[in-house]
C-alpha cells in the first residue's frame, strides 16, 4: 500500500518508516518471547524510547503538549506493533486520552494530557463479568457520599493497569452511565488480580473497585459519558484493528517463508496447491481488511460514515488474523502446535484480540442495524 496515495504528508510517510524500523529492530522474536516471562511484560527502556519518539503525544493537541496530528497518524504506529508483537501500554494509553479528550473536564485535560503526551501509562477499565461488548451496560456503581463518591463492583480486562499511573473507570452513578478517574494512589493493596489471559504478550488485571473512596473531581464530565463511551468503543475498536492487521501480515510472512524453505517428497512444501492457494488467498483478505484500516482511519471523525467504516475494518481484521494465524499452525504441521512455533503466538493473540471491543460476528451485528436504519 502506497501511503502517498492515501494523503500522507511526507512527515507522516517519515514517521510510518521510524514504525517500522523501531519496531523490527526493537522487537525481535526472542525478545517477545523473553517478555512474555518477565514481570511487567514490557521493556520500560523502549517505552521511554517511544515518548521521547513522540508517538505518545501524537494525537494530543498541542495546547496540552502533544503533537496535534489525529488517530489516523496512531494507526499505522499501532499497526507497526502488532506485526512485531512489541509489548507495551500504547494502545491503553492512547485510549485514556481519547476518553479525557472526549469528556474529561477542563482540569482534567490541563493535569493529564501533557503526562500523557510524555508517556504516563494509562489505562481504562470498563468491562465486566458479564462480558457484554456494550460499554453502556455498567453493574459497577458508585454513590455520592457528601463531598466524595464511593465506588463498587469489579472490573475485567484492565490492560496495563499494572503499569498505569491512571485508570478510567466506568460505574452506574444516579442510573446512568459515569467515567471516573482513579490515580494508583486510590488503588489499594490487593485491588488489582493478575488475569490469566491467552495472549501471553500482553498483561491484564481485573480491578476490585468495592470499598474506594473518590473526590467529586474524580469525575468526568457527567453530560459526555455517553458520547464519550461510544468514542471509546470506536477507538479501541480501530486500535485493535489496526494491531490484528499488523499480525496478520507477520503470521503470513512467517508461514511464506515456512512454504518456501520447508522440503517434502523432494519439493518445497509451497509448490503444493494445497498449500500455495490458501496462503495467497490469505494475503489478499489481508489486503482487504488493510484497506478497510486505512479506510476507517482516515473516515474516523464523519458521522455516521466513521463508525460504519471503523466495525467493517475491526470485523475484517478479526476474520482474516483468526483465519490465517489457523493456517499458519496447520502449515506448520506438528510444529505447529507446540509452544516453540510462532505460529501459535499469533492464534492466542488473534484470540485475545476477537474478544476486546467487539468480536466479527458483533460488528457484522452492529453494522446491519447502521446500514438499514
Known amino acids: 500500500m502506497e501511503f502517498a496515495n492515501l494523503g500522507y504528508s511526507e512527515e507522516q510517510i517519515e514517521l510510518l518508516d521510524v514504525a517500522a524500523n523501531y519496531c523490527r529492530d526493537k522487537s525481535p522474536i526472542d525478545k517477545v518471547r523473553a517478555l512474555m516471562d518477565s514481570e511487567s511484560g514490557f521493556d520500560a527502556a523502549l517505552w521511554a524510547d517511544m515518548a521521547a519518539l513522540g508517538w505518545t503525544a501524537i494525537a494530543i493537541p498541542t ?49 493529564w494530557l501533557p503526562k500523557l503526551a510524555e508517556g504516563m501509562a494509562a489505562s481504562v477499565a470498563l468491562y465486566e463479568a458479564h462480558g457484554d461488548w456494550d460499554l453502556t451496560h455498567i453493574t459497577a456503581s458508585a454513590a455520592v457520599n457528601g463531598g466524595s463518591i464511593t465506588v463498587s463492583g469489579t472490573k475485567q480486562f484492565v490492560q496495563w493497569a499494572e503499569a498505569a499511573e491512571i485508570i478510567i473507570i466506568s460505574v452506574s452513578l444516579d442510573g446512568k452511565p459515569t467515567l471516573a478517574l482513579l490515580t494508583g494512589d486510590d488503588i489499594p493493596a490487593g485491588a488489582l488480580r493478575r488475569e490469566s489471559i491467552v495472549d501471553e504478550t500482553r498483561r491484564s488485571c481485573a480491578l476490585t473497585l468495592d470499598g474506594i473512596t473518590l473526590p467529586l473531581s474524580a469525575l468526568l464530565d457527567r453530560e459526555k459519558a455517553e458520547a464519550a463511551l461510544a468514542h471509546i468503543d470506536l477507538t479501541a475498536a480501530l486500535l485493535q484493528a489496526a494491531e490484528m492487521c499488523g499480525g496478520t501480515q507477520s503470521v503470513i510472512d512467517y508461514t511464506t517463508d515456512y512454504l518456501k524453505t520447508r522440503t517434502q517428497f523432494g519439493k518445497v512444501i509451497g509448490s503444493y496447491q494445497a498449500l500455495k492457494h490458501p496462503i495467497v488467498n490469505a494475503y489478499v483478505d489481508y489486503e482487504k481488511a488493510r484497506s478497510l484500516l486505512y479506510s476507517a482511519a482516515h473516515n474516523y471523525g464523519d458521522q455516521g460514515e466513521g463508525e460504519i467504516a471503523v466495525r467493517m475494518a475491526k470485523a475484517a481484521a478479526d476474520r482474516i488474523y483468526s483465519h490465517a494465524a489457523d493456517r499458519a499452525v496447520q502449515f506448520h504441521g506438528g510444529f505447529g502446535f507446540t509452544h516453540d512455533c510462532d505460529a501459535g503466538l499469533h492464534r492466542r493473540a488473534a484470540i485475545f484480540a476477537a474478544s476486546q471491543y467487539g468480536d466479527a460476528a458483533w460488528h457484522r451485528a452492529k453494522l446491519a442495524d447502521l446500514l438499514l436504519a
Open 63 to 111: 495546547e496540552f503538549g502533544g503533537v496535534g496530528l489525529s488517530l489516523a497518524e496512531v494507526v499505522p504506529v499501532a499497526e507497526q506493533m502488532g506485526r512485531r508483537m512489541l509489548a507495551s501500554p500504547f494502545t491503553a494509553s492512547a485510549v485514556t486520552a481519547q476518553a479525557l479528550m472526549a469528556a474529561g473536564t477542563d482540569a482534567q485535560k490541563a493535569h
